[in-house]
């Protein structure tokens, strides 16, 4: 049922006695009248407690390397292998693995930190399909809202590794190239394993963003780095530095 159709059931409401902010189409399938301003106020305090609960957790850990990638590879695919090298890598150098928690790429870091012994963190949050916690992250939190969760995934690592994904994957890319653009966060390693993969989007970045429209810079193209196996992002990683929270 659409917001529209539910205020015009509920017509009996007057002005300013319901609150008019979208819900979700789970919310709303439920839902026979509209959201009340009380219900939003308890929803802040939910936000509040995830934030507070999160930057908790995150604070019981060092050396952080966050990985992010598609939840669909198997475990017998190439980037699922080349993730949890990367993790191997991490865990014997004495890094942290934070991940989504889930599986495909996520369990793949997740499961090669474990392997060697060292933090394997998963920060997982519930989806109606594919998202799982896997048995290979040793500390979890989980979480109701993708924004809480993202600001976690990005809040103190040292350096950001993007594996071949969805949407999901782009949305927390560019979020993070955006922070080191603006200056909102300082610069620190960005990289992209998978040349066949995000070649074809980086081309069409330079021939369109920039030579076309101009709409970002030259130089905007230094903020990240992309290569093609584990041992190449995990060179990278070594030269970086420990960070606090942006």
């Known amino acids: ?21 979208p819900q979700a189409s789970s919310e709303l399938n439920k839902k026979t009248e509209p959201t009340h301003m009380h219900e939003i106020t308890w929803r802040i305090f939910r936000i509040m407690s995830e934030f507070v609960e999160g930057f908790q957790f995150l604070s019981e850990s060092t050396n952080e390397v966050t990985i992010f990638g598609s939840a669909r590879f198997k475990p017998e695919e190439k980037w699922y292998k080349e993730a949890e090298k990367l993790g191997a890598l991490l865990g014997k150098g004495g890094y942290t693995v934070i991940t989504g928690g889930g599986p495909g790429i996520m369990e793949g870091a997740n499961k090669g930190a474990t392997k060697v012994g060292a933090p394997s963190i998963g920060l997982n949050i519930q989806l109606p399909f594919e998202q799982r916690m896997n048995e290979y992250a040793t500390r979890g939190r989980g979480f109701h809202y993708f924004f809480t969760r993202k600001v976690m995934l990005a809040a103190s690592a040292q350096a950001y590794v993007y594996f071949p ?12 190239i955006t922070l080191i653009q603006t200056e909102k966060m300082k610069p620190i390693p960005v990289i992209c394993v998978g040349e066949d993969f995000w070649g074809s989007l980086f081309e069409w ?3 369109t963003q920039i030579k076309k429209y101009a709409t970002i810079s030259k130089k905007d193209m230094k903020l990240f780095t992309v290569v093609d196996t584990a041992k190449e992002a995990y060179k990278i990683i070594q030269k970086s530095e420990e960070r606090t929270f942006f």
Do not use: A, P, Q, Y
């Open 205 to 207: 970045t330079s021939k």
């Open 1 to 21: 049922m659409s917001v529209k159709k539910i205020n015009k059931k509920n017509s009996k409401f007057k002005k300013g006695e319901v609150c008019r902010l």
């Open 165 to 176: 994904g969805g949407f999901g994957t782009l949305d927390e890319f560019f979020e993070i």
